[in-house]
């Protein structure tokens, strides 16, 4: 049974266009997280929500819009789609509540703008 | 603002002998927590081992150590009897409580040969 599941895997899509990832935890923890990791592997947090609330937006573009409709699930759009967007984006939550726990992972969805 | 570098892109180790990985992290803080995460070629992300800062006893997770110099800001990571299957991205990655995030190095590819 996946803990933290994204969807999808993969997605091509052309510049300009809109997209939208999903996710989902059944972990119960009441953090979930989009992280960015660009072609250097070097992994970026770009939001956090905290039992649905927005914690933190890492200086991201206004065209990524994420939404909680709920502690399990976070989803992340993507307007406007531009050719830097191409990364792979990794879903993950974690329980703040227990210090020192670790972050759950998703696969991850590999994005690639052409 | 906290910090994490890992200035080995990558190491290479023959299959049965030992490698470190090197992490080093910037933090005012005095309890924190630091974890090191493998990301095969798979791309999920998996935990290996984590240490709390208050914990002197450096931890271990049957063939993975870690070296927690907290004075120097140090964790770096020790594989002992290297597998093939142990190839893989290492990030090293920094949590403060209620910081709603995890900062990560940069990572370090590790080869094994065979």
């Known amino acids: 049974d996946t803990a933290v599941s994204q969807t999808p895997k993969y997605l091509v899509t052309q510049m300009g266009n809109d997209k939208s990832i999903k996710c989902e935890q059944n972990?119960?923890?009441?953090?979930m997280y989009w992280y960015k990791q660009d072609s250097k592997k070097f992994l970026k947090i770009m939001f956090s929500y905290n039992n649905k609330e927005l914690i933190i937006n890492e200086t991201v573009p206004n065209r990524f819009s994420p939404k909680s409709p709920d502690k399990a699930h976070l989803n992340l759009h993507i307007n406007s789609l531009e050719l830097g967007d191409s990364a792979v984006y990794f879903c993950?939550?974690?329980?703040?509540?227990?210090?020192?726990?670790?972050?759950?992972f998703g696969q991850g969805t590999r994005l690639t703008v052409v | 603002a906290q910090t994490v570098t890992q200035s080995q892109p990558e190491m290479s180790v023959q299959e049965a002998e030992t490698v470190t990985l090197s992490c080093t992290y910037d933090?005012?803080?005095?309890?924190?927590?630091l974890f090191w995460y493998k990301q095969p070629p798979s791309r999920q992300m998996i935990l290996v081992i984590r240490q709390e800062a208050y914990k002197q006893q450096n931890a271990t997770e049957n063939r993975f150590s870690v070296n927690f110099q907290k004075a120097a800001k140090s964790f770096s990571l020790k594989i002992s009897d290297s597998q093939l299957g142990d190839a893989a991205m290492y990030f090293c990655a920094y949590k403060y409580p209620g910081t709603y995030k995890y900062i990560f190095g940069t990572g370090t590819r590790l080869k094994v040969l065979a």
């Open positions: 993950a939550s974690s329980q703040e509540e227990a210090p020192g726990s670790e972050a759950f």
């Open positions: 972990l119960g923890h009441d953090t």
């Open positions: 933090t005012s803080e005095s309890d924190y927590y």
